[in-house]
């Protein structure tokens, strides 16, 4: 008998074989082999009626068509059929499309969130049938994602003509999340501001407050906590603010002209919990903060972690634990950290919406310590983090003794706060604690010398831009997108050149300024952080078998997106093509190239040049501009009336040259190879990438390119050229190529 189990990832193959032994075969779809195809209107693959969904779906390009193939042989020579895809409604769907393109009647779903032999055993015993409320879910967000991204794109983005390529469902609103940001930055208007301080000769430094604020008998304030994310923010000012440098004087004239006595002495015993276990989220956080990895470097590193068999499956956004790795937990803490064990296991709070049936990120083996991993120095890295947090989730609390001194000269009150960690608890595995400061011990009515007294003039300072953990910290709390879509958004964020990273900061690009711009003002519910989260609440209804999808997906359609698209398109047409709205703030930084030229030609005609207009034969217009995306400090633009021709200077080619759309087609960039999606040439293009001149295939129609041809793009690297979702293309690299970028 021959038992055939279907993963996604082949990295994995190795290790369940392993684990299977004999009278198994182990094979990977490689991810989707399935999706919807870019056929009927606007290429979405599918239909809408009035309840209804009709879907086509097409191999995920060759290299979909020849695992299905591959597939469909393998299935032959099995007796029983296993399906083992990821443990989420992703995997659940590429299990729904396995079964659909190998014709399985029967296939057994087997659900592991850890490929140990005792979690895949496990499963194998208790096989159950695909579910298909999760399936529907799973499809609802293909096609929810596929109509808002090909419609909204094709109707708004693409109309605007400011070289945006694409908006999408989640996309959108992550991109709206940072250039809110960045307005507030650009809004802001810095205050001066002072910090008065005295420091006593018994050895500690206290600041100015307004009023006394006694706190006998109160509770202590919970122990502060450094967030998952780099504590990059402004802490809270120490002191009082004092707004002038005569306040600040006249204060410090008292301090040291009275004397300075104890008015109170507060303190109190406070504990602090551990915190839970990583989820997909805390997870992309502490690494980005403590390691430094992007979100989708962090989710790489612990998918070959995950597949090492070494944690936990890496997609959740459950905090439980499983009760026999708690159990293990409590005895490597009773060998080695007896202190340390609680008196009863530590549960923590699920976070809303969350599926409980999923545990958090942990190690697979608590004995398995970082020292003794056998992997790469990043996954090490990563791992020895998972690892410290799990088990300091599994640990006693911290107790920390807090004291506050209030002291008093003249009318004017000073403070100092102080804590001492009596009992380090989980803080030994994970510490998340801001720095002690001990107090001395004094007592009330005591008086103290002075030292020194000073005021420091400091300055407010704006809203900081977001790292790519605190976006995905942000992305989480406002319900944009599940974990498993945080790194992808961001990524594409970044690759659309939306926005950059600037300093470790996320900051959205002229580009990215105004495609935010333009949908605030025609689809601004879409871009709204609770717009998109309804949607994923209604995702979750439907995975939860609670809601029909398709029905959903074709109300929401008829009653919001058609209409909002109808109106986007109106307003297009009412306004002049690459305009920014009216209600946009001023910004001559911010504009792309061309929509620059057309604003900075409504202010002043430029002077005449002897270039001429490749288009109508008038005079060239020299137009200065100070926009940062030109690479002159001016641009042309025909002296014609009725002619709208703009030019650029491009320093490599020493010359004046048309925005690419406008440009003839150049008869040496055409290869013999056909588009693999159109049929058409392929053409030759050259750009710049970090500094370095870079060539690629791509499809040589425009409007394909726009189209159902973006995803076509071949790059050159040593074994020829190569695209992510064709593979490789078996031509010799062209004479005088540039450097290769490899994949």
């Known amino acids: 008998m021959t038992n055939l189990?279907?993963?996604?990832?082949?990295?994995?193959?190795?290790?369940?074989?392993?684990?299977?032994?004999?009278?198994?075969?182990?094979?990977?779809?490689?991810?989707?082999?399935?999706?919807?195809?870019?056929?009927?209107?606007?290429?979405?693959?599918?239909?809408?009626?009035?309840r209804q969904i009709d879907c086509r779906y097409t191999p995920r390009g060759a290299q979909g068509k020849q695992v299905i193939a591959d597939l469909r042989q393998?299935?032959?020579?099995?007796?029983?059929?296993?399906?083992?895809?990821?443990?989420?409604?992703?995997?659940?769907?590429?299990?729904?499309?396995?079964?659909?393109?190998?014709?399985?009647?029967?296939?057994?779903?087997?659900?592991?969130?850890?490929?140990?032999?005792?979690a895949v055993r496990a499963a194998i015993a208790q096989p159950r049938s695909l579910d298909q409320a999760l399936i529907d879910a799973g499809r609802a967000r293909d096609c929810l994602d596929k109509l808002v991204g090909y419609k909204g794109s094709k109707h708004v983005v693409w109309p605007l003509n400011i070289g945006a390529k694409s908006m999408g469902r989640v996309q959108s609103a992550t991109l709206h999340l940072v250039c809110v940001r960045e307005q507030e930055i650009l809004a802001?208007?810095?205050?001066?501001?002072w910090s008065v301080w005295v420091e006593y000769a018994a050895g500690f430094k206290a600041f100015y407050r307004s009023q006394a604020k006694p706190q006998r008998g109160q509770t202590a304030a919970p122990a502060t906590e450094t967030p998952d994310d780099a504590a990059t923010e402004m802490g809270k000012p120490e002191g009082d603010r004092v707004t002038s440098q005569a306040a600040a004087d006249h204060l410090l004239a008292i301090a040291r002209s009275q004397p300075h006595q104890v008015l109170e002495v507060t303190g109190k015993t406070t504990q602090q919990a551990p915190p839970p276990p990583f989820i997909?989220?805390?997870?992309?956080?502490?690494?980005?903060?403590?390691?430094?990895?992007?979100?989708?470097?962090?989710?790489?590193?612990?998918?070959?972690?995950?597949?090492?068999?070494?944690?936990?499956?890496?997609?959740?956004?459950?905090?439980?634990?499983?009760?026999?790795?708690?159990?293990?937990?409590?005895?490597?803490?009773?060998?080695?950290?007896?202190?340390?064990v609680p008196a009863q296991t530590t549960r923590h709070r699920a976070v809303k919406g969350s599926q409980a049936a999923h545990e958090a990120i942990r190690p697979t083996d608590v004995w398995q310590l970082p020292a003794q991993l056998s992997a790469s120095a990043d996954a090490v890295k990563l791992y020895e983090l998972i690892w410290n947090r799990a088990i300091a989730?599994?640990?006693?609390?911290?107790?920390?003794?807090?004291?506050?001194?209030?002291?008093?000269?003249?009318?004017?009150?000073?403070?100092?706060?102080?804590?001492?960690?009596?009992?380090?608890?989980?803080?030994?595995?994970?510490?998340?604690?801001?720095?002690?400061?001990?107090?001395?011990?004094?007592?009330?009515?005591?008086?103290?010398?002075?030292?020194?007294?000073?005021?420091?003039?400091?300055?407010?300072?704006?809203?900081?831009?977001?790292?790519?953990?605190?976006?995905?910290?942000?992305?989480?709390?406002?319900?944009?997108?599940?974990?498993?879509?945080?790194a992808p958004t961001i990524k594409t964020l970044k690759e659309r050149d939306y926005v950059q990273v600037e300093q470790g900061k996320l900051q959205p690009t002229p580009l990215g300024l105004e495609l935010d711009r333009s949908l605030a003002q025609l689809l601004p519910d879409l871009i709204q952080p609770q717009f998109t989260a309804e949607m994923e609440s209604a995702l979750d209804a439907i995975a939860h078998g609670k809601q029909d999808w398709q029905q959903y997906l074709t109300h929401w359609h008829q009653t919001y997106f058609a209409p909002a698209l109808a109106q986007a398109g109106t307003l297009l047409r009412s306004q002049p093509r690459a305009t920014p709205p009216k209600?946009?703030?001023?910004?001559?930084?911010?504009?792309?190239?061309?929509?620059?030229?057309?604003?900075?030609?409504?202010?002043?005609?430029?002077?005449?040049?002897?270039?001429?207009?490749?288009?109508?034969?008038?005079?060239?217009?020299?137009?200065?501009?100070?926009?940062?995306?030109?690479?002159?400090?001016?641009?042309?633009?025909?002296?014609?009336?009725?002619?709208?021709?703009?030019?650029?200077?491009?320093?490599?080619?020493?010359?004046?040259e048309l925005p690419y759309a406008q440009r003839p087609p150049d008869p040496d960039a055409f290869t013999e190879i056909p588009c693999p999606v159109c049929g058409a040439l392929l053409e030759k293009y050259r750009y710049t990438k970090d500094?370095?001149?870079?060539?690629?295939?791509?499809?040589?129609?425009?409007?394909?390119?726009?189209?159902?041809?973006?995803?076509?793009?071949?790059?050159?690297?040593?074994?020829?050229?190569?695209?992510p979702k064709f593979g490789t293309l078996q031509l010799a690299a062209p004479t005088g190529s540039t450097q290769s970028e490899s994949p």
């Open 5 to 50: 189990l279907l993963i996604e990832s082949p990295g994995k193959s190795k290790k369940l074989s392993q684990i299977l032994g004999a009278g198994w075969r182990v094979k990977a779809s490689m991810g989707h082999i399935r999706e919807l195809a870019d056929d009927g209107e606007d290429a979405l693959g599918f239909d809408l009626g009035d």
């Open 74 to 118: 393998a299935v032959k020579q099995a007796d029983a059929v296993y399906i083992a895809t990821d443990p989420d409604r992703e995997g659940e769907t590429i299990g729904w499309h396995l079964q659909q393109a190998l014709h399985l009647k029967n296939p057994r779903r087997v659900v592991y969130s850890e490929i140990t032999p005792q």
């Open 188 to 193: 802001f208007q810095p205050q001066d501001y």
């Open 280 to 340: 997909t989220s805390s997870l992309q956080q502490a690494a980005g903060a403590k390691l430094r990895f992007s979100p989708d470097k962090t989710m790489k590193v612990a998918q070959s972690l995950y597949e090492a068999g070494f944690i936990t499956y890496m997609r959740t956004d459950s905090v439980a634990l499983a009760a026999p790795f708690c159990t293990a937990v409590q005895q490597y803490l009773t060998q080695h950290d007896p202190t340390n």
């Open 393 to 486: 989730s599994q640990c006693c609390p911290a107790r920390l003794r807090k004291t506050r001194i209030l002291t008093r000269s003249g009318d004017i009150h000073w403070e100092a706060k102080g804590s001492i960690l009596e009992f380090p608890g989980y803080t030994r595995y994970w510490n998340n604690l801001s720095a002690d400061t001990q107090l001395p011990s004094v007592q009330p009515g005591q008086v103290l010398p002075l030292q020194q007294a000073a005021a420091d003039q400091k300055q407010t300072q704006p809203p900081p831009r977001y790292t790519e953990p605190k976006l995905v910290q942000l992305m989480e709390r406002q319900g944009i997108g599940r974990p498993s879509t945080y």
């Open 583 to 656: 209600t946009a703030p001023r910004a001559t930084a911010t504009a792309t190239p061309t929509a620059q030229a057309r604003k900075t030609t409504r202010q002043t005609k430029g002077r005449r040049t002897k270039t001429v207009c490749p288009q109508c034969g008038e005079a060239m217009l020299k137009v200065p501009s100070k926009s940062p995306k030109l690479k002159a400090d001016h641009f042309l633009k025909c002296a014609g009336a009725s002619c709208n021709t703009v030019m650029f200077w491009q320093p490599q080619r020493q010359e004046y």
């Open 691 to 723: 500094g370095k001149a870079k060539l690629m295939l791509r499809c040589s129609l425009l409007d394909h390119r726009r189209s159902q041809c973006q995803d076509v793009a071949f790059f050159e690297g040593r074994d020829g050229f190569w695209s």
